[in-house]
C-alpha cells in the first residue's frame, strides 16, 4: 500500500542552524501538507501546497519557514534558523488528486519527524 | 475559526470494553477524519467520514454533519488500542478550502488487560 515517507526520523539541532526535513508524498499525490505537534499537545496546520505553490498558510508559518517541491518526488519544509520553540513533531501528509464524496480529499499522514533543538 | 472539541479527554478502560468518543466542531465542515497516535507518534488513518457511517472491523463511526458531531465506536477494546484519538476537520465557511485540517485536542485511552 503507498505512504508517506519522511527523513530523519530524529534530527537534533543547535539553536540558530538552518533544517531541512524531507517528504516523499504518495505518487499520484497532488495536494500536499504539513502540519506539526508540539509534545503533549494537538496537531496543528503549517501550510498547503499545489501545484508549486503554497494554497494556504497559518500564522505559526513565518518568514523562517519555506517549503519546496524541489524534484517530481520530494517535498521539503526548511526552517532557516531553528528556535528552541521549534522543537517539535512534524508530520507531511498529501491527498488525491481525485475527490471522494462530496468532492473532498483524504489526507495520508507520514511518520513524523521529531525535532529537537537545544 | 473553526473550533473542535473532544470527549472524554481521558478515558481507561479494561481489555474488552466498550467506548464511545465524540467529536463537536463549530462549523459546517468539507471534511472530517479520525486519527489514530499510537506510541511511536504515528496518525494512523481510521476513517475519513464527513458524513454517515462507516465500520471497520471492531471500529465504526458516525457523523451528523447537519448537528456538528461525529462519533467513533470502539468495541471489545484491546491493548493494542491504547494511545490518543483525535479528529480533524476542514472547515468549509469562509470560502475556498485548501485541505487544513483542524484538530481537535484527543481524547487519551488507556486500555488495560
Known amino acids: 500500500e503507498p505512504e508517506v515517507t519522511q527523513t530523519p526520523s530524529h534530527q537534533v539541532t543547535q539553536m540558530g542552524q538552518e533544517v531541512i526535513l524531507r517528504c516523499v508524498p504518495i505518487s499520484n499525490h497532488l495536494y500536499f501538507y504539513w502540519y506539526r505537534q508540539i509534545l503533549g499537545q494537538k496537531v496543528e496546520f503549517l501550510v498547503s501546497f499545489y501545484n508549486n505553490e503554497i494554497s494556504e498558510k497559518s500564522e505559526i508559518f513565518d518568514d523562517q519557514f519555506s517549503v519546496e517541491r524541489p524534484d517530481g518526488s520530494n517535498f521539503t519544509l526548511k526552517i532557516r534558523s531553528t528556535k528552541l520553540e521549534d522543537s517539535a513533531m512534524y508530520f507531511c501528509?498529501?491527498?488525491?488528486?481525485?475527490?471522494?464524496?462530496?468532492?473532498?480529499?483524504?489526507?495520508?499522514f507520514g511518520p513524523g519527524t521529531r525535532l529537537t533543538v537545544t | 475559526g473553526i473550533q473542535v472539541e473532544q470527549s472524554p479527554p481521558d478515558l481507561i478502560l479494561q481489555e474488552g470494553a466498550n467506548s464511545t468518543l465524540r467529536c463537536n466542531f463549530s462549523?459546517?465542515?468539507?471534511?472530517l477524519q479520525w486519527f489514530h497516535q499510537n506510541p511511536w507518534g504515528q496518525l494512523i488513518n481510521l476513517f475519513y467520514i464527513p458524513s454517515g457511517t462507516k465500520q471497520n472491523g471492531r471500529l465504526s463511526a458516525t457523523t451528523v454533519a447537519t448537528e456538528r458531531y461525529s462519533l467513533l465506536y470502539i468495541s471489545s477494546s484491546q491493548t493494542t488500542d491504547s494511545g490518543v484519538y483525535f479528529c480533524a476537520v476542514e472547515s468549509n465557511a469562509g470560502g475556498t478550502s485548501y485541505g487544513k485540517l483542524t484538530f481537535g485536542q484527543g481524547t487519551i485511552l488507556t486500555v488495560h488487560p
Open positions: 501528509a498529501s491527498s488525491d488528486p481525485h475527490p471522494g464524496d462530496n468532492g473532498i480529499y483524504e489526507q495520508y
Open positions: 462549523d459546517s465542515v468539507n471534511n
